[in-house]
Each structure stands twice: as structure tokens, then as C-alpha cells.
């Protein structure tokens, strides 16, 4: 089949933070106390940073989620808005602070964040039931866990019932469910799940550090229910476990300024691909051409390229974009 030309309906369920992005040479240590050399506040937050990828990929992107009632909030939701998201299904929660993300990332493009969730944790049961309308209208759901597993693992219910594909990317695994498997049951519904080598290790219980063990790690997250697993690695590619079994993809080599949101523009730029019809394998090379992009510039949706970009890219890497 031709991949198809229509603009494919994804629904986000996620979360939305504001990053506080400090530009440092190093990581401090613990009582530590380092100039740094940048600071900036850049739109962030991995289910709005996956809106974002997927929009600019182009998908028409639905959003549900929450904001407070901060100036972050307005902000955030403006910068969805700004990409075409519908942003009717983002709730403002009153005397609530909008999910905040502190980012450093280091002269190697490496990060570390501490996440204040604030109105992500408001996104409850009742939400996603007045928001079943929307997830059900969409041809794609894709979810994330920086909201609570409940109604995450409650919105894959409502796609699968109406057989609406599922793309979850369990990022971060909460404590809670560290080193115990997700419930398999969740899995089943899962069509597509997206991890990297940490999420791959803490879930399937396998500690990922080279090809053969993200291998077993895939297949054992198969195993439980998932139909399809791709394992991110980073400068060490894409594994993909699928039923033709388990074959890796190389990374793309690129100057890395900030690795921040480079998995989110995979999985948004992932699941565009395989809503217009795109194979496993051809949708994962273009989103492996998203996210290197991603990690030449600073910050999560400052970082996320255009669909014109990943083809100008593609095309200087002698690759035929495949729609
Ligand atoms: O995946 C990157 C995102 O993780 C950042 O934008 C930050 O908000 C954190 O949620």
C-alpha cells in the first residue's frame, strides 16, 4: 500500500512542563556550587514535546493534559497553539503551579533534569473520561508517564476498545513500578512501545549495556504483550523487535549540542510516519533523522525540526524520504 497523503489525527496524553535549561561546563557535585554559562526558559515537557515533533512532522495533533493557572501555563499552551495543536482538551487547574522541568546540560550535550509535575499530577480519571471523545475521534494515541500511570493505563483502554493504534513510551518509569514488569494487561493494548536502554532495563528486569541484552531486553517487553518494541540507544542506534524478529538501526553521526527531547521528536516523528502508512524500519530511519536533528540545538521544542528539515536532511545523506 502507497503510503497515504492525508494529514493522520493523533491524540497526545501528557504532560506539559516549562524547562529551566542551565548551559553548564560540567555537573556540579553535591554541595557544589559552578557558574554556568546560559540560562534559558524553553517549552518543554515530553507529552507536549511529542505534540510538537508529531505536528511538525505533520500530524493534526489533539492535546490532552494540564496546565496551571501561571504564566507558564499561558505560555505553554500558547506554544501549542502556535503548532497547530489543539489545545481544547488542555485543562487550567486553578491555585496550581504548571509542570517545571530544572535542566542542566553539560559541554557533552548531556543532561540532568529534576521534574516539579504540578498540574501534570491533575490529569485524574475524570479527565481522560471527558476526554474520551477526543482519543476516540483520533486514528493514533500516543502516551508517556510523566502524568499518572492510572490514567495513562486508562487512555490506552478507550483507544483500544475503539482501535485506535497505541504508541507508549514509558519515560520516566516511575519508582513505584521499577523493577517490576508493567501490567502485562496494559502491554497487550500497547502496539507500539518506545524505550531506551534505561526504561528497557528497569522494566523488563535486564540490565541493557550492548546489542545482545537490548535484544533480550526487547523481546522479553514483547514477550509480555507489546506487539512491537523499539529500543533508542543513542549514538548506538535502534534496536526494533518486531514478529520478523530483532534487527538494529546505526545512528545517524551529528555535533551534539543537548540530547533534551530527542526521544520525544523520535517518538512524535515515529508515529507520524507510521500513521501515513509507512513500514517499521523506513518510519524509524526518518525519525532517527528527526532526533538527530534535535541534538544539534539547545532545548526541548526549540530543538524539534520541520518536516521540510528532516527532508533537506534525509536528502544530504543520499536517503529518499519515503512520503
Ligand atoms: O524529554 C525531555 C523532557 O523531559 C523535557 O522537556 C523536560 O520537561 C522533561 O519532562
Redesign the pocket.
Known sequence: MPPSTARPTITVVG?I???LVFRTPRMPVIGETITGEEFRQ?????G??QAVAAARQGGAVSFVGCVGDDGFGLQSRACLSADQIDVQAVTTMAQTST???G?LVDASGH?C?V?APGANACVSLPLIDAAAPVIQSGQWLIC?L?IPLASVSHAIDIAHEQGVRVVFNP??VPEAVKGLPLNDAMLAKVDYLIVNETEAGQLAGIEVTDLPSAALAAKTLRGRGAATVLLTMGEHGVLIADTSGERSMPALKVEVVDT?????TFVGALSVGLAHGLGIDAAAMEAQCAAALAVTRL???TSIPSRAEVEQFMRSLAMTPSR
Open positions: 504532560s512542563n516549562m524547562d524553553i517549552p518543554g515537557g515530553k507536549a514535546n509542570g517545571v522541568a535542566i543532561n533534569i521534574l508517556q510523566e519515560a520516566p533534551t527531547a530527542a526521544g520525544d532545548g526541548a521544542q
